[in-house]
């Protein structure tokens, strides 16, 4: 089970910290990702990590405000989003894909979270 939270509204140019925990699983065993989806658009990949954490890998367009970490004694995976945009504005999933060494992208989405909703002022 995933559940996500730390959404809300910022202004344009804020940061958020989203966090997703997981229960059921030992997360070092599962590829951990967000993903998100803007009203009346398609889910878009955002962002995912290795099972160790060693590893990560981003959306193109998201490189460089976004940073994606693990805490897995904590069953814990993070997004921290900086310099954010309006166009930002989403509801952000979190996603497992079971076995630590699984593709970062695209990833199957094996399990997901309920969401939790973003939304940024202009």
């Known amino acids: 089970q995933l559940q996500a939270s730390g959404g809300g509204l910022v202004q344009a140019g804020g940061s958020l910290r989203l966090s997703c925990v997981a229960s059921?699983?030992?997360?070092?065993?599962?590829?951990m990702g967000w993903f998100r989806q803007a009203p009346g658009k398609e889910r878009e990949f955002v962002a995912s990590t290795s099972g160790s954490g060693a590893s990560t890998y981003y959306a193109d367009s998201l490189k460089g405000r976004i940073t994606i970490s693990r805490d897995n004694p904590k069953n814990t995976v993070y997004l921290q989003m900086n310099r954010l945009k309006p166009e930002d504005t989403a509801i952000y999933y979190c996603?497992?894909?079971?076995?630590?060494?699984?593709?970062?992208?695209?990833?199957?989405?094996?399990?997901w979270g309920q969401g939790t909703l973003v939304t940024v002022s202009s």
């Open positions: 059921g699983g030992t997360l070092t065993n599962y590829v």
């Open positions: 996603t497992a894909d079971a076995g630590r060494y699984s593709n970062l992208f695209p990833l199957r989405g094996d399990y």
